[in-house]
Nanobody, 131 residues
Framework: QVQLVESGGGLVQAGDSLRLSCAASGRTASTSVLGWFRQAPGKEREFVGAISWRGGSTKYADSVKGRFTISRDNAKNTVNLQINSLRPEDTAVYYC????????????????????????WGQGTQVTVSS
């Protein structure tokens, strides 16, 4: 499995930008698909975005397309989530997740919008957006 530690959360105002980071470690960290999920109070954990192990493919939830950008630096084993134009409804705990299985032939052959595809999770970082 992969060990994941998120950072970068905080209290921000609507319209601000924020960059979350996730440090990945472990034998398969550099070849793992990495994803971001979020969970608001009283709601289920939901998919935000994912990036292939090479970084060439990304997938986003419709609700965040155009505002959220995922990137990764395999030399540093980090994945970042850039969030622009923050809204109060973005308030949630943001979790980094990893699929540490051997890479599939295609990023698109697995449903990386689903929690079941991930076997490692970070502890989360809180993002609170005030109006």
């Amino acid at each position: 499995q992969v060990q994941l530690v998120e950072s970068g959360g905080g209290l921000v105002q609507a319209g601000d930008s924020l960059r979350l980071s996730c440090a990945a470690s472990g034998r398969t960290a550099s070849t793992s698909v990495l994803g971001w999920f979020r969970q608001a109070p009283g709601k289920e954990r939901e998919f935000v975005g994912a990036i292939s192990w090479r970084g060439g493919s990304t997938k986003y939830a419709d609700s965040v397309k155009g505002r959220f950008t995922i990137s990764r630096d395999n030399a540093k084993n980090t994945v970042n989530l850039q969030i622009n134009s923050l809204r109060p409804e973005d308030t949630a705990v943001y979790y980094c997740a990893a699929d540490s299985r051997p890479p599939s032939l295609s990023f698109w052959s697995r449903d990386y919008g689903a929690l079941r595809e991930y076997d490692s999770w970070g502890q989360g970082t809180q993002v609170t957006v005030s109006s």
